[in-house]
């Protein structure tokens, strides 16, 4: 049995602490791998040393097979994708998707895949059937900058597995996927297997392809062999925590409507995202909005949130008041918790998870103002409550994925806002960050909060949902009370 990837002795560091600690792994020919295990243990940094993208103290191979039809190269397909505009930087504001006069100067997505095939000599018909079968076709015409999070993820796949590479690695491969979508990838992935492709999936998820056929996860800088995915270890369950007495008060008492929408349509060009929909969100629901990727949940968000430039006009009301009638943007966020993939995409680079937290009082994208002592010291209950006290001077962007995302929670619950708006706000923590997490939103919520929740996995929603929206194509298909066994 001859070997794909033999790594000896590697040790990396991140932020002065070792990861990996004379770490080795041999993969073997036909053997694909689930690399799991908990969160910040090492995981993404060892996919980005395979791809050379970190030098170790010592040489990684890769022995690709010169007979094979498959093209000798290592593909990463990682957990956040970071796309660039005609002119090959990242100068994107947040709001700009929602802006279709602004939006025009990345490719779309049939050109991206277009450059793509004529960069990596693939033939477009090969993948016209899988772009059907991802739900893809509808957004061929689309910006790269319009898509949502689980689109450029799609996206990603699509043209990950297409290269058919001799390796191929995916982080997070579910994260944003819809169910239907997350079949459809296994199967492919089922496909490519006996073709000659050797996979690494790096995730948690118990719903994987049959391919794969070993289990691994990183202890301490070390590899360890497990015989099941269920046996690799979790992040340990923490004790139930007090939520901090600040995020105990009740909120404004006199709102008695969060949202109203009646008849909202939206449209980009000769493309209509949202199609009459109406619904209304009273003072503590707690509600879940469901649908499939590109079904218009995060246009929907927009919305709510004051983002989008096409809401003036429109019937909407926000907290008791006509939408136009005088209130400034920062009048409705003000009363809005937000977390979403695109904020955390869009945040400011420079931003450590202090400064990130305390631009939640006023809802910047990064922290450009000095906070008063009472909010300093709420910032700090919260950096101990998530257990982010260490890491409070480290840039956001360094810290391992789930950390982030705790961070842009804390960030999110600062103001102890009436209303959290949550667009998939675990993706990136594992099954006990998302258990610890939603824990932390039904105890809100038992203090009067209201919840808008986006979430695709039925195990990843807190327990007080009590209502549920249904999209598809821009429309309300339902509206129900209940949430049992739809996911």
Known sequence: MSNLLQISNLTL?????AVLKDFSWTLNTDENYLLGGKSGSGKTTLAHAIIGKLKGDTAININYDNTSELPAKTHYIANWYQFTNLEGDRNFYYQQRYNYHQGKDTLTVGADLTDYAKKENLDLETIQNK????GFDHVL??????????????????????LKPQLLIIDEPYTGLDKKSRDVLNQWLDELAPQGVQIILICNDQNIPKSINRFVQIIDGQLHHVNHHQDLIKN???????????????????????VKLKNISIRYGDKEVLKNVSWEVKKSDKWLIYGPNGSGKSTLLSLINGDHPQSYGLDIELFDKKRGSGESIWNIKEKIGMVSPEIHWYFDQNATVWHTIASGF?????????VKFSEKQKIDELLAYFELTESKNQLLHTLPLG???????????????????????????????TKNFNQVIDALCQYGKTLIYVGHYESQLPACIEKRLILKNGEVIAIENKTENVL
């Open 141 to 162: 015409d689309s910006q790269l900058i319009e898509l949502s999070s689980g689109e450029h993820k799609k996206l990603q796949l699509l043209k990950g597995l297409w």
């Open 13 to 17: 560091k991140r932020a002065n602490k």
């Open 403 to 433: 950390q982030q995302r705790l961070t842009m929670l804390a960030r999110s619950l600062i103001k102890n806002p009436p209303l959290l708006v949550l667009d998939e706000p675990c993706q990136g923590l594992d099954t006990e960050q």
């Open 362 to 370: 006023y809802d910047s994208i990064g922290w450009f103002v000095d």
């Open 236 to 258: 340990i369950s923490k004790p139930w925590k007090e939520i901090p007495d600040f995020l105990k008060e009740a909120p404004q008492s006199g709102i008695r409507t969060m």
């Open 131 to 134: 772009i059907h079968s991802f």
